[in-house]
């Protein structure tokens, strides 16, 4: 079975730093995925993560161990729009098993 | 540009009707996939192709089936509707379905079963 866990709500402040973890029990693992997903919309693409190490987007800014199971996405200079859900999904054999979300609420 | 289509963006059956959620893509994608989105749940694999002719089941394909006749058009059809598969739907699409292809979503379907 696949076991993917993230915190379900986190709150910041406009221009602060926001990390949202991730930790992954899956029968095999093909790469990690980061998504955003705004109320009432569909999922965009953020981030992908195959080696262990940071990968660095603009603001945005993920983070992947493979030993340990984990992944973070950092969200840097928060901004209004960035309140949404972020959705972290593992490929394994061409199925994606998606977490269950984080909300972020961005506050001013 | 229109990327992943979804029709229809909302639905209400009454339960044991059958429908059809229609999927497109114009990207010549191979792979595609179907999705549900429930409350606290995220979002879970139905059904997936990768490639025409090709399907397979998801995490949670009970009461639902699909065909891939073209690379375009992967429907995904539910049998005898059930209140348990009101849901928010989506499709999905990537050029390969493998490890770093992002893939690109519809815009959904809101399906309610009364």
């Known amino acids: 079975g696949q076991n993917i866990d993230q915190p379900t709500e986190m709150t910041a402040t406009e221009g602060a730093i926001v990390q949202i973890n991730c930790t992954y029990q899956?029968?095999?693992?093909?790469?990690l995925f980061w998504y955003q997903q705004h109320a009432g919309e569909a999922p965009t693409f953020l981030s992908y993560?195959?080696?262990?190490g940071l990968e660095e987007k603009g603001r945005f800014s993920s983070f992947l161990s493979r030993s340990k199971g984990y992944s973070y996405l950092l969200l840097k200079e928060l901004q209004m729009k960035d309140s949404a859900s972020y959705l972290c999904?593992?490929?394994?054999?061409?199925?994606?098993?998606f977490g269950a979300g984080t909300t972020v609420t961005v506050r001013a | 540009n229109a990327g992943v289509t979804q029709t229809p963006k909302f639905q209400v059956l009454k339960t044991g009707q059958s429908m059809t959620l229609q999927c497109a893509q114009d990207?010549?994608?191979?792979?595609m996939s179907w999705y549900r989105q429930d409350p606290g749940m995220g979002l879970r694999l139905i059904h997936y192709?990768?490639?025409?002719?090709?399907?397979d089941q998801g995490e949670v394909p009970n009461g639902y089936n699909v065909s891939r006749s073209t690379t375009e058009d992967f429907p995904l059809r539910l049998l005898s509707a059930a209140p348990s598969q009101t849901s928010v739907y989506f499709c999905?699409?990537?050029?390969?379905?493998?490890?770093?292809?992002?893939?690109?979503f519809g815009d959904g379907t809101r399906l309610s079963i009364l």
């Open positions: 999905a699409s990537s050029y390969d379905g493998g490890g770093n292809q992002p893939q690109h």
């Open positions: 899956t029968s095999g693992f093909n790469g």
């Open positions: 993560n195959v080696l262990d």
């Open positions: 999904a593992v490929n394994n054999d061409y199925k994606l098993s």
């Open positions: 990207m010549n994608h191979e792979y």
């Open positions: 192709s990768v490639g025409a002719g090709i399907t």
